[in-house]
């Protein structure tokens, strides 16, 4: 009988650009305070990628050039990567091509993959999947997110929220009881009217009509995404937890989407785990997208154990949405 196959996280790496925009800087450029910033959201500050030229395939080139640093990994041995982002250098070819060649990876193969916020939740499962196949041994997979590229800085209601920057997790075959456990997904398409770009694709292409009307900038109804993310979220990691015999008493960690402070208190507050073993970093760089979760991991990696029970969780456009379980497999702070 063969050994199962388990796909298992065995590095990050991370990047995020220098410049810092704080809510001071915000409120001179629009009609806001670091109040009421603050209270309904939770950003402090966010990092932007403004040098001209650059894209988010720098981001996680940066990214995912540290991983391979930290994890020792040839370049031959890399067999696929998954770049997930909604902010591609270009329509065509895809980001993950671009990595491909400034990391000279010759063996593996690459494409991008676009689920909004839920991204890089939603990549986990894929990329397990290929390795979990017994055909990829070593899998890079990143969340970049250049936001600042489609974020109106006009409309107060988005512009304090969003943020640049990437991570990469190196993700390998093992034969142990560690690494990406279990996961549930969903799709609910009836978000579309409530969170959306109008313009660039192919219903509605570019033109003067549509940069005027700025229909190339990211479109939120706040209230109503809110209200889906607080119980959708909540909901699923319930539903995991208990699928997986998960409490309070043996979750190490919860790993949200950095949207919303008051999401993430939700979703802590129904799995009854306290705030100290909550992956928070909202504060300092806002949400970036499919870059939350592995900045997360990125940021807190020395705190983390083998064995350590993780649950991650987004939600985002389309509506994606979901939680993914995790055994840790590795002590982070002998990396």
């Avoid at 690494?179 to 033109?207: N, Q, Y």
């Avoid at 699923?236 to 989407?257: R, Y």
């Avoid at 592995?294 to 983390?304: I, T």
Wanted: aromatic content about 10%.
């Amino acid at each position: 009988m063969m050994e199962k196959i388990n796909a298992v996280i065995t590095g990050v790496g991370g990047y995020v650009p220098d410049y810092v925009l704080t809510n001071e800087e915000l409120s001179r450029m629009v009609d806001t305070t670091d109040d009421w910033i603050m209270t309904r959201i939770g950003v402090k500050e966010r990092r932007i990628l403004h040098e001209e030229g650059l894209g988010t395939s720098y981001m996680a080139r940066k990214a995912a050039k540290q991983l391979m640093q930290r994890t020792g990994a040839n370049p031959d041995d890399i067999d696929a990567v998954v770049v997930c982002s909604t902010t591609p250098d270009y329509h065509f070819p895809s980001t993950a091509s671009i990595l491909c060649d400034k990391l000279g990876l010759k063996n593996a193969f690459a494409f991008d993959f676009q689920a909004a916020c839920c991204g890089f939740l939603y990549g986990m499962e894929v990329v397990a999947s290929l390795v979990a196949s017994g055909r990829h041994k070593k899998v890079i997979l990143v969340g970049a997110d250049k936001m600042s590229s489609m974020v109106d800085y006009t409309d107060r209601a988005t512009c304090p929220i969003f943020g640049d920057g990437a991570a990469a997790v190196m993700v390998e075959a093992t034969t142990e009881d560690y690494g990406i456990m279990d996961s549930i997904l969903r799709t609910d398409g009836k978000g579309l009217p409530f969170l959306h770009m109008k313009a660039g694709g192919s219903v509605c292409t570019p033109s003067y009509f549509t940069v005027d009307h700025k229909m190339h900038y990211i479109y939120q109804e706040g209230r109503t995404v809110f209200k889906y993310a607080v119980s959708n979220m909540s909901e699923i990691t319930a539903k995991i937890a208990e699928k997986n015999g998960l409490t309070k008493d043996n979750i190490n960690w919860v790993i949200p989407h950095q949207a919303n402070m008051r999401i993430i208190d939700a979703v802590a507050s129904r799995l009854e785990v306290p705030m100290e073993k909550v992956m928070v970093n909202i504060q300092r760089y806002g949400n970036t997208s499919a870059g939350t979760l592995p900045l997360c991991l990125w940021d807190y990696e020395k705190k983390l154990k083998k064995g350590d029970n993780l649950i991650f969780t987004a939600f985002g456009a389309g509506f994606t949405y979901g939680a993914v379980y995790v055994k840790w497999g590795y002590d982070g702070n002998t990396k």
